[in-house]
């Protein structure tokens, strides 16, 4: 099949540097809008980040209308709220400040604007349709406060669908039960016109919000780096169904790679000393660089485990979050799955899992390669050992009777599970999530 997979490479356009958020009125003006909506969720809605912006706008004379609601971790239902707000605020343009969370919904709002839709028409099958996005969409300024998803580079905007299910028990008595599902649109048409990337931004972010975030990049650039390869795909009908993820690639391991060694090197200081600005914008710029490179290439089994260790979450609530209801955020619901996914995908490419070690900062010049899952994995519980991780997926409450459930939430998404270097079976899945029960 070698021949017959074409990849295209999408890149971000980026502003770097600190207090560039104060030019996001001009860039606003430069792009010939009057109109914006100015989306933020209520925690960053309180930081200078967000009045930053909100005064460059108003001095360039842009009429900027804030909504403030954004959920984090947003939800269908979050999303229909969203898109209402933008239908009848009617904006020519959209600015998102905040995590992966603001920036997705800010890419939802404009998508169902512009191009309006049942939720599920443009969400990846088998969840949703699947269908292209029609044609080109407004434009989109993010600024990220964290340095984590990599959001403004890439055209995907992740969100919880929640559905009811009525189940009859054994006896007469139904019950209705909640379904999560961790789901997402992705196509190129959603990737932000133009990301403001500020290290001042990040420097208000709670030790737990850092790290976390943090450890969602290193796992983007793992797994993109050890993902399928693009020349094992087959490309589509046309281009316009060509997946935003294609599998690793020759450009998008440049980025991966170095952002591997950014957050490795960097991500000790920026704990130590939060308010380093120069730590802290090597941080971000590594989740840009990640994002770029995972945006094109993609991620495989830790996030696709991720949706549904975050969507099942029972009643965890960690430090420096919202505490408005229980969350598992999403840098740590994917990190607890990745030592066991590498321990479990290494055998399909061992000498890449042993660069990402390398990368990492691991020792690996005398390692054999039967044992690079394991020296990547010990590698990855060393980092998060050291940033105050939990212990695994039982420290976040799940138990070996979850297993099964986990595996029903992962199954579906395709999107990002068949890019796995090595194909994984239910069977396969129960058996790396009862690994990541526990580490140490
Ligand atoms: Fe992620």
Redesign the pocket.
Known sequence: MANEAIFTMDTAAIKFGAGATREVGDDVRDLGLRRVMLFTDPVVAQTPAYATAMASLDAAGIDAVPYVEVRVEPTDSSFYAAIAAANDARPDGFVAVGG?SAIDTAKAANLYSTWPADLLTYVNAPIGEGLPVPGPLKPLIAIPTTA??GSETTGVAIFDLVALSVTSGPGSDDSVVELHTKTGIAHHALRPTLGIVDPLNTLSMPAMVTAASAL?VL??AVESFTALPYHDRLAPESPKMRPAYQGANPISDIWSSRAMEMVAHYLPIVLERPDDVDARGQMMLAATYAGIGFGNAG?HLP?GM?YAVAGMVRDWRPAGYPDDHPIVP??IS?ILNAPAVFRFTASANPLRHLEAARLLGAEVAETDPDEAGEVLANRLIEIMRMTGMPNGLSEVGYSESDLDQLVQGTVPQHRVTKLSPRPASAEDLRAIFHDALQYW
Do not use: M
């Open positions: 992966g984590g998803t969602d796992s983007h991620v996030h991720s999403h840098g994917v």
